[in-house]
């Protein structure tokens, strides 16, 4: 059975940082893009960053430039999201997600992904 754990969230002040980790289980993702989402209340859930199977490639929305980087251990089956300069905005639940298939592009959007993890809060105060 494949599961995807999210750890990392809490609440944290503006202007903090979290890691967010997310643990993959019952099969390897090594070759396939992951991703990290986010959603908040009344909100559709949107893509803050993906990235390739070897790490080489990535993708981050708009709102995750220049404060987010993502990252993965392969021999861990883990990726990780870096948040810094935090905003209340960023308040939102945050979800890790992989494709199935190998290979392919770094793509940003939700219907790309198979498997999702239940997610991890994230409060940010202002």
């Known amino acids: 059975q494949v599961q995807l754990v999210e750890s990392g969230g809490g609440l944290v002040q503006a202007g903090g940082s979290l890691r967010l980790s997310c643990v993959a289980s019952?099969?390897?993702?090594?070759?396939?893009?992951m991703g990290w989402f986010r959603q908040a209340p009344g909100k559709e859930r949107e893509t803050v960053a993906a990235?390739?199977?070897?790490?080489?490639?990535?993708y981050y929305g708009d709102s995750a430039k220049g404060r987010f980087t993502i990252s993965r251990d392969n021999a861990k089956n883990t990726v990780y999201l870096q948040m810094n300069s935090l905003k209340p905005e960023d308040t939102a639940v945050y979800y890790c997600?992989?494709?199935?298939?190998?290979?392919?592009?770094?793509?940003?959007?939700?219907?790309?992904?198979?498997?999702w993890g239940q997610g991890t809060q994230v409060t940010v105060s202002s």
């Open positions: 997600a992989a494709r199935r298939v190998a290979g392919g592009a770094v793509l940003a959007g939700t219907r790309f992904y198979d498997y």
């Open positions: 019952g099969r390897t993702f090594s070759s396939s893009t």
């Open positions: 990235i390739s199977w070897s790490g080489g490639d990535t």
